[in-house]
Each structure stands twice: as structure tokens, then as C-alpha cells.
């Protein structure tokens, strides 16, 4: 997938969890926001290695991880900057098969809230 797909999934994805939690739908809308996360680390990863497509065929590139991700990046050391990381970086792709939610609606909010902030940084 192309650096710029990535970039545009991942700002539709973030407005589209914003929309699922409006609607009360927080585990879908949790969901979401990491892909969201996801797609905007792994097109930084494209930029700082100056690629025009991820390629997930290298190690360590085919991963849910945030804090793998990011390490590909650039910004690393750069992620005291990143304002709420803390609160983003507790989202991971097995989410999707809880059987009780962990995220409140408040703790939606403060997830997109935070997810916004980041990908502003990194796209």
C-alpha cells in the first residue's frame, strides 16, 4: 500500500471511529482508532526510510505493535513529544476478540482524543 493510502485510511479511519463513538459503538470505534495509529506509524516508517509503499515482507514490518512500529520511525526518541502516547500505546490488534470491553466511553473519547493529536504529528 502506498505511503499516501496509508495516510488518507488512516485520517478516514480516525473520523470514522469518532462517528462509532458518537453512536456508542466503543469497542468498534477503539478498534478503529489503533488501524488508524497503525496506518499513520507504518507511513512514517515509509517516509523516514524513504519508501513509496510499506513493505511488510521485512522483519519485524509485519506487526500490530505500536512501539515495534515506531521504532522503524525516525521519532523514537522523539515520542516525549507525542502528546497522550501513553494512552494510545494501550490499544493492541487482540482487542477485537475481548468478550467484555475494557474501554469506557470516556476512555473512547480520551483514545480518539489522543489518536487525533498523534496522527497529526506523524502524517
Given at each position: 500500500?502506498?505511503?499516501?493510502?496509508?495516510?488518507?485510511?488512516?485520517?478516514?479511519?480516525?473520523?470514522?471511529?469518532?462517528?462509532?463513538?458518537?453512536?456508542?459503538?466503543?469497542?468498534?470505534?477503539?478498534?478503529?482508532?489503533?488501524?488508524?495509529?497503525?496506518?499513520?506509524?507504518?507511513?512514517?516508517?515509509?517516509?523516514?526510510?524513504?519508501?513509496t509503499a510499506?513493505?511488510?515482507?521485512?522483519?519485524?514490518?509485519?506487526s500490530h505493535?505500536?512501539?515495534?512500529?515506531?521504532?522503524?520511525?525516525s521519532l523514537?526518541?522523539?515520542?516525549?513529544?507525542?502528546?497522550?502516547?501513553?494512552?494510545?500505546?494501550?490499544?493492541?490488534?487482540?482487542?477485537?476478540?475481548?468478550?467484555?470491553?475494557?474501554?469506557?466511553?470516556?476512555?473512547?473519547?480520551?483514545?480518539?482524543?489522543?489518536?487525533?493529536?498523534?496522527?497529526?504529528?506523524?502524517?
Amino acid at each position: 500500500m502506498s505511503t499516501d493510502e496509508l495516510g488518507k485510511r488512516s485520517g478516514r479511519w480516525l473520523n470514522d471511529a469518532d462517528i462509532l463513538l458518537r453512536e456508542g459503538r466503543v469497542e468498534s470505534a477503539v478498534y478503529l482508532c489503533g488501524s488508524a495509529v497503525e496506518f499513520a506509524l507504518k507511513a512514517s516508517i515509509c517516509k523516514a526510510l524513504g519508501w513509496t509503499a510499506f513493505r511488510d515482507d521485512l522483519p519485524g514490518m509485519r506487526s500490530h505493535n505500536f512501539a515495534n512500529l515506531l521504532s522503524f520511525t525516525s521519532l523514537e526518541n522523539q515520542k516525549a513529544q507525542f502528546q497522550l502516547w501513553d494512552i494510545v500505546n494501550e490499544w493492541n490488534s487482540e482487542i477485537r476478540y475481548d468478550s467484555e470491553s475494557k474501554f469506557t466511553l470516556e476512555r473512547g473519547k480520551d483514545m480518539i482524543g489522543a489518536a487525533g493529536l498523534i496522527l497529526k504529528y506523524l502524517l
